[in-house]
């Protein structure tokens, strides 16, 4: 029996063990189907990687050129601003300089106006003056000469002796006048 089961198991093929021709057609077409593989979709593959190797790579390449230009920008951005501070302290240090200067030129010219128009009021003062002495003179004349007259008892009508005589009367008046106020 145990040699009828051997003969039996020998005649019955084994289910986990293919027959050979079918493992010679299957290794054929795996050769074939890798054959395929490797020539033609394998490169298809490899390209296809590549081409997402470099787009991915040229993408990382253009953030970090964008990124660098950014940050270029920025510190182009805050010198920029660093100078347009400057200069608006340099125009405000200016303004401050010009009000300055345009304060002490009007004060200036305001001390001028009033030191001329002081110098013309004293000249014209100074010319009422004498005016008023002038008619003063010519009034006081006129009344000594008529008390003269009234004392002496003539007419001293005669330009040149009435002249000279309220020219001495005057003038003894002014030096009494100074007399007076030297003592004083």
Same mark, same amino acid.
């Given at each position: 029996?145990?040699?009828?089961?051997?003969?039996?198991?020998? !005649? %019955?093929?084994?289910?986990?063990?293919?027959? *050979? &021709?079918?493992?010679?057609? @299957?290794?054929?077409?795996? *050769?074939?189907?890798?054959?395929?593989?490797?020539?033609?979709? %394998?490169?298809?593959?490899?390209?296809?990687?590549? =081409?997402?190797?470099?787009?991915?790579?040229?993408?990382?390449?253009?953030?970090?050129?964008?990124?660098?230009? !950014?940050?270029?920008?920025?510190?182009? &951005?805050?010198?920029?601003?660093? =100078?347009? +501070?400057?200069?608006?302290?340099?125009? +405000?240090?200016?303004?401050?300089?010009?009000?300055?200067?345009?304060?002490? #030129?009007?004060?200036? /010219?305001?001390?001028?106006?009033?030191?001329?128009?002081?110098?013309?009021?004293?000249? /014209?003062?100074?010319? =009422?003056?004498?005016?008023?002495?002038?008619?003063? +003179?010519? #009034?006081?004349?006129?009344?000594?000469?008529?008390?003269?007259?009234? *004392?002496?008892? #003539? @007419?001293?009508?005669?330009?040149?002796?009435?002249?000279?005589? *309220?020219?001495?009367?005057?003038?003894?008046? =002014?030096?009494?006048?100074?007399? @007076?106020?030297? #003592?004083?």
């Amino acid at each position: 029996m145990q040699n009828a089961l051997i003969i039996a198991a020998e !005649a %019955t093929p084994n289910p986990l063990i293919p027959p *050979v &021709y079918d493992i010679v057609w @299957s290794a054929v077409a795996f *050769v074939l189907i890798f054959l395929v593989f490797w020539r033609v979709v %394998t490169p298809r593959i490899t390209k296809m990687l590549d =081409e997402r190797t470099e787009a991915i790579e040229g993408g990382i390449k253009k953030a970090e050129a964008a990124q660098e230009q !950014a940050a270029a920008a920025l510190d182009e &951005y805050n010198k920029q601003l660093a =100078e347009a +501070r400057t200069e608006a302290s340099r125009i +405000r240090e200016q303004a401050r300089a010009d009000a300055t200067a345009i304060g002490n #030129e009007v004060r200036e /010219q305001a001390q001028a106006d009033a030191a001329r128009i002081t110098a013309n009021a004293q000249a /014209q003062i100074e010319a =009422e003056r004498q005016s008023a002495l002038q008619s003063l +003179r010519a #009034e006081v004349g006129t009344l000594a000469l008529d008390l003269a007259s009234g *004392v002496i008892g #003539e @007419s001293l009508k005669d330009d040149a002796k009435s002249t000279a005589v *309220v020219d001495r009367f005057l003038a003894d008046l =002014e030096a009494s006048q100074a007399s @007076s106020a030297g #003592e004083h």
